[in-house]
């Protein structure tokens, strides 16, 4: 059985802006050490030091313990060393990564052209990494939501070059994922079968600094929020054959979310299908921690996957969950092989 890992990242460095136009070169993020923080590593993007994601220390990079039994290093992390990566996949035995970004997790920059010069060096040098990975290192791509006539032939690009899905997060500027700026983007997207994937993090910038300290609220309900508000408003009837991706948030909130879902639809005349999920093409990443019962009852098993979080330190982060679910004995067969094959290779169009 083929083992796909539904949420992996990468974690931007310098390398990452090798991709840029000629013409951005001037918006290229620079190195930056603050007096205040000094063992710290920074980037300046559009004027402000923004830390690096990850990124070890300015006096050299480190190797940070990851939970789980294994461990990356910066090399795999960063994909310096895109052989090492693939190597470190076969000892945790996956076969596929889908790779999320990490400074994106948060807004880039307020500026439209900083977005757009950023987001087309990133999609490009996961497209360099696509080809070099034998097709095993599969990617999202990073939208210039902020320029939105610039965001087809980025979508474009990538899907000819391994992308299976599209980044977003749950709040957009001040946009939820529900509003209609951004339907261009998923009538683009459905053409492509490219899936929208909300992942863990918040692009509304006032939001994230209200929230700061409180990772939970600043990370985990953008993403629960557009599940709720895409299915409230209907808007996967708008776009039949486009499919949902909700990553990072773990899911024991699904069951909670329908049932409120269902007093507020029937207001509207509506009903909730039993199969909501598969009904409305939504696809939940779970962890092992999950209540996968209590969760199967509600929505069944068609629309579930599991992600390692690979590249992160956090609360989310397991590089041994894939391992770790086929080996605990709490699901079957036929279970496991939707959760870990069948149901990311339907989302991601693989």
């Not at 990356?72 to 693939?86: E, F, N, Q, S, V």
């Not at 610039?150 to 992308?163: C, I, M, S, W």
Request: proline residues 6%; negative net charge; hydrophobic residues 40%.
């Amino acid at each position: 059985m083929p083992v796909i890992d539904a949420d992996c990242h990468v974690i931007e460095a310098d390398h990452t802006w090798a991709y840029l136009d000629p013409a951005d070169e001037a918006l290229r993020p620079q190195p930056y050490q603050s007096p205040d923080e000094p063992s710290e590593a920074f980037w300046v993007i559009d004027g402000s030091p923004r830390r690096r994601p990850f990124g070890g220390v300015a006096q050299g990079l480190k190797s940070e313990d990851q939970s789980g039994f294994a461990r990356t290093t910066m090399a795999t992390r960063t994909l310096g060393d895109i052989k090492a990566r693939l190597a470190h996949m076969d000892e945790l035995g996956v076969d596929v990564q889908v790779l999320y970004p990490t400074i994106y997790l948060t807004q880039i920059s307020q500026k439209p052209t900083v977005d757009l010069a950023l987001a087309k060096s990133y999609n490009r040098w996961m497209a360099d990494t696509w080809a070099q990975s034998a097709g095993r290192l599969r990617w999202v791509a990073v939208p210039p939501l902020l320029t939105m006539e610039a965001v087809p032939e980025q979508l474009r690009f990538a899907k000819e070059n391994g992308a299976v899905g599209v980044f977003m997060r749950g709040f957009e500027g001040n946009r939820q994922a529900a509003d209609p700026y951004f339907f261009p983007m998923y009538e683009v997207a459905q053409e492509l079968d490219l899936a929208i994937t909300f992942h863990a993090g918040c692009g509304n910038p006032a939001f994230v600094d209200l929230t700061d300290g409180d990772a939970y609220t600043r990370n985990k309900v953008p993403v629960i929020s557009a599940f709720h508000s895409l299915l409230f408003r209907d808007i996967p009837s708008k776009f039949p054959n486009l499919r949902f991706g909700f990553v990072e948030v773990a899911a024991n909130w699904v069951p909670y979310i329908l049932t409120d879902l269902e007093r507020r639809v029937e207001r509207q005349g509506r009903v909730l299908t039993k199969n909501v999920l598969a009904d409305n093409n939504m696809f939940v990443a779970c962890q092992t921690n999950d209540d996968f019962a209590h969760i199967m009852n509600a929505v069944g098993d068609d629309n579930l996957m599991i992600g390692s979080d690979y590249g992160h330190n956090d609360t989310s982060s397991e590089l041994e969950a894939l391992r770790l679910l086929k080996e605990s004995g709490g699901l079957s067969e036929p279970t496991l092989a939707k959760i870990l094959d069948a149901n990311p290779t339907r989302l991601y169009a693989m």
